[in-house]
């Protein structure tokens, strides 16, 4: 450990691989069942999945990346490594539709959203730009709430 619990904070994906395989142990199914069962599927989000390596889905991107000035392909990864803190592809639509269910508690509930859109704090009082799985911030006066991310071949 690099320090003790609330007296610093560091982003790492450790506790969102760890939130998955508590969500497969509570529900008895796999994380990408449960995006599917209780997120995708009534939210009519179409476009988005767990993104296995083997199953053909249309219009899936594919990852590039830079390297001497010439645009290639970025390396394969296979998506059960990153596991619930990555691994999930998503079309432009799905993400509005999950936004707005967002912001109108119908994916977390009323207790959860302001945990997650509020700036944290640590033991000593002093505030940090991340709620509970979100960067809260501003930008030239304008609340922003966001979480970007990156895996082989594409960045958010």
Excluded: C
Aim: hydrophobic fraction near 40%; aromatic fraction near 12%; proline fraction near 5%.
């Amino acid at each position: 450990f690099h320090f003790a619990p609330g007296q610093q904070y560091r982003y790492n994906n450790s506790g969102y691989y760890l939130l998955g395989v508590i969500i497969e142990q509570v529900t008895g199914q796999s994380y990408a069942e449960v995006l599917r069962d209780r997120v995708w599927d009534p939210l009519a989000m179409l476009e988005s999945h767990y993104l296995y390596n083997s199953p053909i889905v249309k219009h899936r991107a594919e990852g590039y990346k830079v390297e001497a000035g010439a645009l290639l392909n970025d390396d394969p990864l296979n998506m059960l490594l990153p596991f619930s803190a990555g691994a999930l592809g998503s079309s432009v639509h799905d993400l509005l539709i999950w936004l707005q269910a967002f912001h109108e508690r119908r994916v977390v509930g009323d207790d959860s959203y302001p945990q997650m859109t509020t700036p944290g704090h640590l033991n000593s009082g002093e505030a940090i730009a991340y709620g509970f799985g979100l960067a809260v911030d501003d930008v030239e006066g304008h609340p922003v709430i966001s979480h970007g991310g990156g895996i082989n071949g594409f960045t958010t």
